[in-house]
């Protein structure tokens, strides 16, 4: 199994920034890519940002693209997403999860195991 724990998630202002972390345990090995996906309430979880492990190949939503950038620390088994001029409209829980392929899918559905997510809010 895939244990993932994210952090970073906090209140900011609209405009601002946060990096959120997300560390793998566990049998990593068998993950070949990563993602960043968001929910908010009465909405499907929304794909975020996906990256390669090894190769470091990323994809981004069109609503994050030039905003979001998505990372990983190889040493420390660590994926990031810097978050930086912060939209109310980004407010939402945010998860990270493993994939199998390096396809860097935008379907939720095409990702193995989940992290418990955290809360972002960006105020007006």
């Known amino acids: 199994q895939v244990q993932l724990v994210e952090s970073g998630g906090g209140l900011v202002q609209a405009g601002g920034s946060l990096r959120l972390s997300c560390a793998a345990s566990?049998?990593?090995?068998?993950?070949?890519?990563m993602g960043w996906f968001r929910q908010t309430p009465g909405k499907e979880r929304a794909f975020v940002a996906a990256?390669?492990?090894?190769?470091?190949?990323?994809n981004y939503a069109d609503s994050v693209k030039g905003r979001f950038t998505i990372s990983r620390d190889n040493a420390k088994n660590t994926l990031y997403l810097q978050m930086n001029s912060l939209k109310p409209e980004d407010t939402a829980v945010y998860y990270c999860?493993?994939?199998?392929?390096?396809?860097?899918?935008?379907?939720?559905?095409?990702?193995?195991?989940w992290g418990q997510g955290t809360q972002v809010t960006v105020s007006s």
């Open positions: 566990g049998r990593t090995f068998s993950s070949y890519a």
């Open positions: 990256i390669s492990w090894i190769g470091g190949n990323t």
């Open positions: 999860a493993t994939d199998r392929t390096s396809s860097l899918y935008s379907t939720s559905s095409r990702y193995d195991y």
